[in-house]
């Protein structure tokens, strides 16, 4: 079975521009789970989309946003970029939502904004 | 306040020496999850403790969960080069939504 992938794997972006990550769920999951990692803070939990609705959310501000389609693919969006949403963003995704399932993660998004 | 805290953060041990790293929480959860990240790398999941006194052995690595504590342990046993990595632990906690609180991680050296 196909692991959890999300593209791009880097990108490069400047204050004030938007970006999208994408990531595609192991097959059959339809639980996507988002959260940024970084050196300071770690792991935050950002959201959790199941069958296309948000189902969670951390405690971010709104300008990170994010969506599930039909096939469970799910997309985060970050509008007007600051320098310390540079991080590895990670998805991950379960069967299930909330607590019974573990979370399979994929390989990352690392994103450097300048 | 919801707290996950690891302890040592950092731990550079021998090939052979046992060791363990302690995972306290602050409040209530009905489950924690070990996990283990290589540099550049995802997380892979380990283990799921679900109950108190829940213990899960692979390899040379054990679980074991005292949720009268709010305490996990991983122990690590005759390590080896190839279990260098960061350890992460998460509690499983129900505020208005379930979501997963994690501790800041144990990074793990091993020296041949």
């Known amino acids: 079975k196909a692991g959890v992938t999300q593209t791009p794997r880097y990108l490069i972006k400047t204050r004030g521009q938007q970006v999208t990550l994408s990531c595609s769920p192991i097959?059959?999951?339809?639980?996507v789970s988002w959260y940024q990692q970084t050196p300071g803070q770690g792991l935050q939990f950002l959201f959790e989309y199941f069958s296309e609705t948000q189902r969670n959310k951390g405690n971010f501000p709104g300008r990170f946003s994010g969506r599930q389609f039909s096939n469970s693919r799910s997309e985060m969006n970050v509008s007007t970029l600051e320098l310390g949403d540079s991080a590895l963003y990670l998805c991950?995704?379960?069967?299930?939502?909330?607590?019974?399932?573990?979370?399979?993660f994929g390989p990352g998004t690392r994103l450097t904004v300048l | 306040e919801l707290k996950v805290e690891q302890n040592p953060l950092f731990l550079s041990m021998q090939e052979g020496k046992n060791y363990t790293i302690y995972c306290n929480y602050s409040t209530t959860s009905d489950r924690l999850y070990w996990y283990r990240q290589d540099p550049g790398k995802s997380l892979e999941s380990l283990f799921v403790?679900?109950?108190n006194g829940a213990v899960k052995q692979e390899g040379r690595l054990m679980a074991s969960l005292d949720t009268k504590a709010r305490l996990s342990t991983l122990h690590i046993t005759a390590a080896v080069h190839d279990l260098s990595a960061t350890y992460f632990c998460a509690v499983g906690i129900l505020d208005s939504n379930y979501q997963l609180i994690w501790g800041a991680g144990t990074k793990l050296i091993i020296k041949p």
């Open positions: 403790l679900l109950s």
């Open positions: 097959s059959g999951h339809r639980s």
């Open positions: 991950a995704s379960s069967y299930r939502s909330g607590r019974t399932d573990t979370q399979y």
